[in-house]
């Protein structure tokens, strides 16, 4: 095999069967769509490349950047086509969630821009949320921008209708699958494979996959957020279902342990998501049947995933005091104040305000005299202990009071007396037109 370019090597990834021992479905063969094995690494390079290519040359002649809001695999690609290109690359984005990506997009050269999200409520009387403002600006003419919109491009959708979807049906030997399960992040993938398996087979049963509430899996969307995304339509899917964080890992792992496939966390989602969703369907056939799942990226990017919810995997003592360990009747208990006992709170007991939030969001505005630890760095300190006395009142602030409620509930058991969650977050508060301050 010989080609003039890395792009050209993109696509054509192999379909690789599980082994029936390990899913454990008598009568359904399972295959993952290889997608980790582009050359960049991820099944975004199909749509990077389909979107960018088109307007590289006069991006080139202009010298115009290319952008787009995207903080994985996306950003991954697209980083290396600008590259290749001599033209500089700008990932806009919300939170750079995963460190080992953002230290291959500055590798590669990349600009990283971030920007704090609507929930985070930059600006009180500002309802639009700070990057829908930047996408505009993106889109204008004569921007200077090579905006590739991953978001809402048809170019997205279209590298999946034309490519992998078709390569799926041809390795089945022409009839498609009866299932096609996959996760769901821009949707692109997921509705560009299911329009071609439709095209061949009406009746094809199309599983979407979304990280379950609350829970985070880098990629994909989670069950509230879903909605929100340009490309997703409802029709598409005969069922969505949510996989935990948890569950993303152990099908992680038993496709690296088990089946040499060394897929990342929403490989891993996938896999286990077809298995159960399979399970039911596979008791009561009569005949055989044929499942495909996607197996998007590699499993080397989430080192710091893998250590945060399971150290005892990389040989690390389990992390105490940790929100992944609560259930839902702990944080069901957690105190939780609306804006008005908040307010009145804060007049006669003077707790001390915590603002979970980004420190962008917090320096635009905050309640007055909150001090703001980051959540990612809050975790870090509750897990060496209670980071201020028991006994001090403390009000916990998020974007819409799901965080907060976590570690109010954290807190609580870990001993704290008083600590109580503002319910609706600094959404709630502003839309109250409670007072907010700027330092
Ligand atoms: C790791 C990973 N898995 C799955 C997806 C979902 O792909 P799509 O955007 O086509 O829905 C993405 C998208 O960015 C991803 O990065």
């Given amino acids: 095999m010989k080609y003039d370019s890395i792009t050209e090597v993109i696509g054509d990834t192999p379909l690789v069967r599980v082994a029936p021992e390990v899913h454990g479905l008598r009568n359904i063969d399972l295959y993952a769509k290889m997608e980790m094995l582009n050359p960049f690494g991820s099944v975004k390079d199909r749509p990077a490349w389909n979107m960018a290519r088109a307007g590289l040359a006069a991006a080139v002649e202009r010298g115009d950047s290319i952008v787009e809001l995207s903080s994985g695999n996306t950003a991954k690609a697209l980083a290396v086509i600008a590259a290749m290109n001599g033209l500089p690359f700008k990932s806009v984005t919300n939170r750079m969630k995963v460190p080992e990506i953002k230290d291959l997009l500055l590798l590669l050269g990349a600009q990283i821009e971030e920007l704090p999200g609507q929930t985070e409520c930059l600006d009180p009387t500002d309802t639009e949320d700070p990057l829908t403002r930047m996408y505009r ?13 991953q978001y809402f491009n048809p170019l997205n959708m279209d590298a999946h209708h034309g490519g992998t979807g078709p390569e799926i049906i041809k390795d089945l030997d022409g009839r498609g699958p009866d299932h096609f399960i996959a996760c769901v992040g821009t949707a692109g993938s997921s509705s560009g494979v299911a329009a071609a398996l439709r095209e061949n087979n ?3 049963d199309i599983v979407g996959l979304v990280a379950n509430k609350s829970d985070f899996i880098p990629g994909i969307r989670n069950i509230d957020e879903v909605n929100e995304v340009g490309l997703f339509d409802p029709n598409t899917y005969d069922t969505i279902e949510s996989v935990t964080a948890q569950e ?6 038993t496709l690296n342990r088990r089946c040499g496939m060394l897929g990342g966390p929403t490989g891993g989602a996938a896999y286990f998501g077809a298995v159960r969703y399979l399970k039911t369907i596979d008791e009561s056939l009569t005949e055989r049947k044929t499942a495909v799942f996607i197996v998007c990226d590699r499993v080397e990017s989430y080192m710091s995933y893998v250590r945060q919810r399971r150290p005892e995997l990389l040989n690390q003592p389990a992390r105490a005091n940790s929100v992944a360990s609560l259930t839902e009747t702990e944080v069901a208990a957690a105190k939780t104040v609306d804006v008005a006992q ?3 709170w804060i007049a006669e007991s003077r ?10 969001a917090y320096a635009a505005l905050h309640i007055e005299d909150s001090v703001n630890i980051v959540d990612e760095l809050f975790d870090e300190l509750v897990h060496g202990g ?14 819409v009071g799901e965080k907060s409620a976590r570690y109010a509930a954290l807190l609580t058991r870990m001993g704290h007396k008083d600590v109580r969650s503002l319910r609706g977050g600094v959404v709630a508060w502003r839309d109250a037109s409670a007072p907010l301050v700027r330092d």
Avoid: N, W
């Fill in 386 to 399: 209670l980071p201020f006395g028991a006994s001090k009142p403390v009000l916990l602030v998020c974007p």
């Fill in 248 to 253: 993303a890992i152990d099908g992680m792992l």
């Fill in 351 to 360: 707790p001390l305000i915590v603002d979970l939030r980004g420190s962008f």
């Fill in 202 to 204: 009406p009746g094809v």
């Fill in 137 to 149: 600006m993106l889109s204008e003419e004569g921007s200077g921008y090579l905006h590739t919109d």
């Fill in 342 to 344: 908040a307010r009145q």
